[in-house]
């Protein structure tokens, strides 16, 4: 095998400069250009210009938009970062970075056109196992660049947990936390991001500050919810609990809306952290003529309950689907089926339509997993996602269910994948914080989580197209989650009375508008 050597860092930068300069002209021309400084610095070795790099750069998880970098920067080492931000802050043309976990989004938003793109995961390789640190105190300081699963695992050994998830764990901890992380949990729990007691943070100056609530706290809440906008997180300190061993994972189906929608939000007004009868999860579903019962979010139902499920469905168009779980451990076993009992009294599904699992705590909150693999081992996995994420007021819900479910998802009768419907209450969300949820002390949250054929994802667009515009002519006043707008007019209706107090952050923390270029807030071309 032929000896690999590294290249000289004045020859990849030259590089650099070269690819960037032959970009001028273009349809959508760069003006970056990669200071002569860095010809100094020690990061040249790991700044990557090869087709592999740059392909895996730029694409993501959506599989809709393409965008090269210029370079990726593979990452040894926090201080790999700072330099390049420094490097981008102190030239005379600021060159676009965007720092990249697992490539999550699906509209680009971790990509830099034109720019140098930060590959998160390659620190992994160059922590020895020591990316995850659980303190004494019922925290852990996780990395930026790790799993959520790796969170789950570490902290396991030591008996304690995060409260708060995302459905799926195979995200880095700085990428949820830029956007909320939410999931089932959140009701009771709030989003990841309310779980958090402090953060180390590469602001667009190239300045690695810690922040919290008491130190730096107008970065803290910034970078929490702030789509990459303030900072890269390197580093969290995530809220433990004592975790549960088991978990009695229970489905309802509905007919009727208004009881499906009504029983979700009785449940989630007991969410007390301490409150004993409360659930530790919920979620809802629709189970559609078009989809399958057990998508690839989870396999739950008996195979021999499908016909009867299909029955529903065929009679009802829609079925609602009521997801809870209630989590338990040796001391609360003896107890868990009384405390159900009384919860589940007066609730409002099908008859005969209540099924139940009982499962271990990480297969629980692992159940996207083995759908994942599934598809990957089908080649179903890396397709377009043309995704839509939105948070709606609860007074609003009948009206989308009508004009938006059983109507325009109806009449289009395109959609296979998953599509989630579940309340969270406000009081669990830090207003300070950048996320932007409705007014209403209840909302929902809506997801679209569409896969489809390179093909046929235009389809999809336009019923999100549908739905958005609806949802205006209705006065519906929705906000996205994982947004994506097209121009800043949108983006500051979208932040609404946040949107000063976001510009004035970004002019603070990067006012050279160097950091995450795909989120095309700043710099919408």
């Given at each position: 095998?032929?000896?690999?050597?590294?290249?000289?860092?004045?020859?990849?930068?030259?590089?650099?400069?070269?690819?960037?300069?032959?970009?001028?002209?273009?349809?959508?021309?760069?003006?970056?250009?990669?200071?002569?400084?860095?010809?100094?610095?020690?990061?040249?070795?790991?700044?990557?210009?090869?087709?592999?790099?740059?392909?895996?750069?730029?694409s993501?998880?959506?599989?809709?938009?393409?965008?090269?970098?210029?370079?990726?920067?593979?990452?040894?080492?926090?201080?790999?970062?700072?330099?390049?931000?420094?490097?981008?802050?102190?030239?005379?043309?600021?060159?676009?970075?965007?720092?990249?976990?697992?490539?999550?989004?699906?509209?680009?938003?971790?990509?830099?056109?034109?720019?140098?793109?930060?590959?998160?995961?390659?620190?992994?390789?160059?922590?020895?196992?020591?990316?995850?640190?659980?303190?004494?105190?019922?925290?852990?300081?996780?990395?930026?660049?790790?799993?959520?699963?790796?969170?789950?695992?570490a902290?396991?050994?030591?008996?304690l947990?995060?409260?708060?998830?995302?459905?799926?764990?195979?995200?880095?901890?700085?990428?949820?936390?830029?956007?909320?992380?939410?999931?089932?949990?959140?009701?009771?729990?709030?989003?990841?991001?309310?779980?958090?007691?402090?953060?180390?943070?590469?602001?667009?100056?190239?300045?690695?500050?810690?922040?919290?609530?008491?130190?730096?706290?107008?970065?803290?809440?910034?970078?929490?919810?702030?789509?990459?906008?303030?900072?890269?997180?390197?580093?969290?300190?995530?809220?433990?609990?004592?975790a549960?061993?088991?978990?009695?994972w229970?489905?309802?189906?509905?007919?009727?809306?208004?009881?499906?929608?009504?029983?979700?939000?009785?449940l989630?007004?007991?969410?007390?952290r301490?409150?004993?009868?409360?659930?530790?999860?919920?979620?809802?579903?629709?189970i559609?003529?078009?989809?399958?019962?057990?998508?690839?979010?989870?396999?739950?139902?008996?195979?021999s309950?499908?016909?009867?499920?299909?029955?529903?469905?065929?009679?009802?168009?829609?079925?609602?689907?009521?997801?809870?779980?209630?989590?338990?451990?040796?001391?609360?076993?003896?107890?868990?089926?009384?405390?159900?009992?009384?919860?589940?009294?007066?609730?409002?599904?099908?008859?005969?339509?209540?099924?139940?699992?009982?499962v271990?705590?990480?297969?629980?909150?692992?159940?996207?997993?083995?759908?994942?693999?599934?598809?990957?081992?089908?080649?179903?996995?890396?397709?377009?996602?043309?995704?839509?994420?939105?948070?709606?007021?609860?007074?609003?819900?009948?009206?989308?269910?009508?004009?938006?479910?059983?109507?325009?998802?109806?009449?289009?009768?395109?959609?296979?994948?998953?599509?989630?419907?579940?309340?969270?209450?406000?009081?669990?969300?830090?207003?300070?914080?950048?996320?932007?949820?409705?007014?209403?002390?209840?909302?929902?949250?809506?997801?679209?989580?569409?896969?489809?054929?390179?093909?046929?994802?235009?389809?999809?667009?336009?019923?999100?197209?549908?739905?958005?515009?609806?949802?205006?002519?209705?006065?519906?006043k929705?906000?996205?989650?994982?947004?994506?707008?097209?121009?800043k007019?949108?983006?500051?209706?979208?932040?609404?009375?946040?949107?000063?107090?976001?510009?004035?952050?970004?002019?603070?923390?990067?006012?050279?508008?160097?950091?995450?270029?795909?989120?095309?807030?700043?710099?919408?071309?």
């Amino acid at each position: 095998m032929a000896e690999k050597f590294p290249i000289p860092t004045y020859i990849i930068i030259i590089l650099i400069i070269s690819r960037l300069i032959s970009t001028i002209g273009n349809s959508k021309p760069s003006n970056i250009l990669v200071p002569h400084k860095l010809l100094t610095l020690d990061i040249g070795a790991r700044l990557h210009l090869d087709p592999a790099a740059i392909k895996s750069a730029s694409s993501d998880y959506g599989n809709i938009f393409k965008e090269n970098p210029v370079a990726v920067l593979y990452p040894t080492s926090t201080e790999d970062i700072v330099a390049l931000v420094k490097a981008a802050y102190n030239s005379s043309v600021p060159f676009k970075i965007a720092a990249k976990g697992r490539g999550h989004s699906v509209r680009g938003q971790a990509m830099a056109d034109g720019g140098v793109v930060v590959e998160m995961m390659a620190l992994k390789n160059y922590r020895n196992g020591n990316g995850i640190t659980v303190g004494s105190g019922f925290y852990a300081d996780v990395a930026g660049e790790q799993l959520w699963i790796d969170v789950l695992n570490a902290t396991l050994e030591h008996g304690l947990a995060p409260a708060s998830w995302t459905d799926y764990l195979y995200l880095t901890v700085g990428g949820t936390l830029s956007n909320a992380g939410i999931s089932g949990q959140t009701f009771r729990y709030g989003p990841q991001i309310s779980n958090v007691y402090e953060l180390d943070v590469i602001t667009g100056k190239g300045e690695l500050m810690t922040c919290s609530a008491l130190k730096n706290s107008e970065l803290f809440y910034a970078a929490l919810g702030g789509l990459g906008q303030f900072g890269i997180i390197t580093r969290a300190r995530i809220a433990l609990e004592p975790a549960p061993k088991r978990v009695k994972w229970v489905r309802m189906l509905y007919s009727d809306f208004s009881s499906f929608s009504r029983d979700q939000e009785y449940l989630i007004s007991m969410n007390g952290r301490r409150q004993k009868q409360a659930l530790d999860y919920l979620e809802g579903t629709l189970i559609m003529d078009q989809g399958s019962l057990d998508n690839w979010r989870s396999s739950f139902f008996p195979p021999s309950d499908h016909p009867k499920i299909i029955s529903q469905v065929k009679t009802h168009a829609i079925i609602y689907c009521l997801e809870v779980a209630k989590y338990y451990d040796d001391h609360t076993q003896s107890t868990l089926h009384k405390e159900l009992q009384t919860l589940f009294k007066g609730l409002s599904y099908l008859p005969g339509f209540m099924f139940e699992k009982d499962v271990s705590y990480v297969e629980f909150l692992n159940r996207v997993r083995s759908g994942e693999l599934k598809l990957e081992s089908q080649g179903l996995w890396e397709v377009p996602h043309p995704w839509l994420n939105l948070f709606l007021p609860k007074s609003r819900i009948s009206d989308f269910n009508k004009g938006v479910f059983r109507d325009i998802v109806l009449k289009r009768n395109i959609t296979t994948g998953p599509v989630l419907v579940y309340p969270m209450n406000r009081n669990k969300w830090d207003d300070r914080m950048s996320a932007v949820i409705p007014d209403e002390d209840v909302f929902y949250t809506v997801g679209f989580l569409h896969s489809s054929g390179f093909d046929e994802w235009e389809a999809f667009d336009d019923q999100n197209k549908e739905i958005l515009k609806f949802c205006e002519n209705a006065g519906i006043k929705v906000k996205q989650y994982l947004p994506y707008h097209r121009n800043k007019e949108e983006w500051i209706k979208h932040f609404g009375s946040k949107w000063n107090t976001f510009a004035q952050r970004k002019a603070h923390f990067d006012p050279k508008m160097i950091l995450s270029p795909g989120q095309r807030i700043f710099n919408n071309i």
